[in-house]
């Protein structure tokens, strides 16, 4: 099984629709983020959290929320979808050391 | 702010030739400074980093690569290109004080046979 799981791994819908992308990691790390990936852009933070009480915006959070249900689960929310966040979508760990992040398979979202 | 640029877009190289992904940045203090691949429809995975200590580090697959300071450049290489080599690299940086990963706009990769 894989270390840092993201479900939907593809997901289709429309324009106003609420949209929710879990991450769940069994790597033990206290460090979860969320990237968005688009191309020629490379990846953009959109939240990240340190810890299950700890909830920080990145470079591009507005239209996105997030939570940390438990030290495991981080969970990105669109509340009402819009075409030009159609992307691919990372969920990422990293421990307390080195800093190199584990990355999910990612989330495909498309927004007709 | 910290920033990455990877100059080009596309590298294109016969396998069997070096490989050089470019890479500069720019970020407040020093650096951690990272390397990525992408293959289709998967993760990023780790290839290698710098965090501190000799200039040229090793990474995953026969990948190295050499910071300098000076000109503030963090290129990738590795010698002998496979086709399986074929991906998409991208470059990150940050602060030492800071979790916040910043990455370049990637670099695609073609060996060809």
């Known amino acids: 099984d894989a270390d840092v799981t993201q479900t939907p791994r593809n997901r289709i819908t429309k324009t106003g629709k609420r949209i929710m992308l879990e991450c769940s990691q069994t790597?033990?790390?206290?460090?979860m983020y969320w990237y968005r990936q688009d191309p020629g852009l490379g990846l953009r933070l959109i939240y990240y959290?340190?810890?299950?009480?700890?909830?920080n915006k990145g470079e591009i959070s507005d239209g996105y929320s997030v939570s940390r249900q438990a030290q495991a689960k981080f969970s990105l929310s669109l509340e009402s979808a819009i075409p030009n966040q159609t992307a691919l979508y990372f969920c990422?760990?990293?421990?307390?050391?080195?800093?190199?992040?584990?990355f999910g398979e990612g989330s495909r979202l498309t927004v007709l | 702010a910290q920033s990455v640029a990877q100059p080009e877009d596309q590298v294109n190289v016969a396998e069997g030739n070096p490989l050089t992904v470019k890479c500069t940045y720019s970020?407040?203090?020093?650096?951690?400074l990272f390397w990525y691949v992408q293959y289709p429809n998967r993760g990023l995975q780790f290839l290698l980093k710098?965090?501190?200590?000799?200039?040229l580090v090793k990474g995953s697959y026969g990948f190295e690569a050499e910071f300098n300071k000076s000109q503030t450049s963090f290129h990738l290489k590795k010698p002998s290109a496979l086709v399986s080599d074929s991906a998409l690299y991208f470059c990150?940086?940050?602060?030492?004080?800071?979790?916040?990963?910043?990455f370049g706009a990637g670099t695609t990769v073609t060996v060809r046979a």
């Open positions: 990422a760990t990293s421990g307390l050391g080195g800093g190199e992040l584990f």
């Open positions: 790597k033990g790390h206290d460090r």
């Open positions: 959290s340190f810890d299950v009480k700890d909830i």
């Open positions: 970020v407040s203090g020093n650096p951690y």
């Open positions: 710098y965090i501190t200590g000799d200039n």
């Open positions: 990150a940086v940050r602060p030492l004080n800071d979790y916040k990963l910043s």
